[in-house]
Structure formats: C-alpha cells, structure tokens
C-alpha cells in the first residue's frame, strides 16, 4: 500500500510521514497554501475497489479543512469541530474558486494530523464527526 502527497503547487512526495504533513500544516505560510490549487490531496493507493482521498485546506490562523472522498462513493464528507459554535464563515480558495464555510469546519492542527495519521496509516477516515458535503448539515456555499 503506497500513499502519495500532491501539494497545491503540484509537487509530490510518494509515502510521506506524519512528521512531513506536520511540518506542512506549522511552517509553510499563506504563500505555499494559496499557491496553485490552494489544496493538498493524499491518496491512499488501496489497489482494489479504488482510492480513498483526503483533500487539505489550510487557512490560517483559523485551522485545516479536511475533505475525504471514499473509493467509489458518491459522497464526499467534510471533518467538523463540534466545540465551535460560532457562526463566524471562513473564505478559502480551493482551485482558485471562492468557498465560504463555517468556522466549525476548520480544525486544529493538534485534530487534524490525528486524522491524517490514521488515513496515512490504512486509508480510513477515523473519528465521528463529519458531516456530508452537500447534505443537510452542510451550511458552506460555493
């Protein structure tokens, strides 16, 4: 099982650690983050039935979308923090198009390098709380 790293200005990076997305997710600016795409996708190569992804928004200093797209579904689904309450919106920028979406969808980097661990890990999207991009929990608008 292989997993590959494509960043928002193309590069890639075959079997990444968890220690290189960190360094990623800390250290690069607005500059790396808004360049090309302004996203990062992993793809877990699962060999049958597809490969899942996972899709890496950054918009500091707020936090990190993560999107995940199962192999051969038809949803997409969206990691949520459900201690944000706030109805604050957030603007990104994913392939250059404008997204507007809640506050709740950006979590902590200390959050999400636990869920990029697990799916470097075996492809999983791991924890409870995502919601489906598109269904009726989904208050962004692109």
Do not use: C
């Not at 600016?29 to 950054?58: C, H, M, N």
Request: avoid cysteine; charged fraction near 25%.
């Amino acid at each position: 099982m292989a997993v590959q790293y494509l960043g928002p200005r193309l590069e890639q990076a075959d079997n990444p650690s968890l220690a290189f997305i960190e360094e990623l997710l800390r250290n690069r600016g607005k500059e790396y983050w808004r360049a090309g795409s302004a996203t990062a996708t992993l793809s877990f190569d699962a060999e049958a039935g597809g490969s899942p992804q996972l899709t890496i928004i950054v918009e500091q200093p707020h936090g990190v979308l993560l999107q995940y797209s199962p192999p051969g579904g038809m949803d997409e689904y969206l990691l949520t923090d459900p201690t944000v309450s706030s109805k604050e919106q957030v603007v990104t920028y994913p392939g250059g198009n404008e997204w507007v979406v809640p506050r709740r969808y950006l979590v902590s980097v200390e959050r999400a390098l636990e869920v990029i661990q697990a799916f470097l890990e075996d492809g999983r999207r791991e924890g409870s709380k995502w919601i489906v991009l598109g269904g009726e929990e989904d208050d962004s608008s692109y």
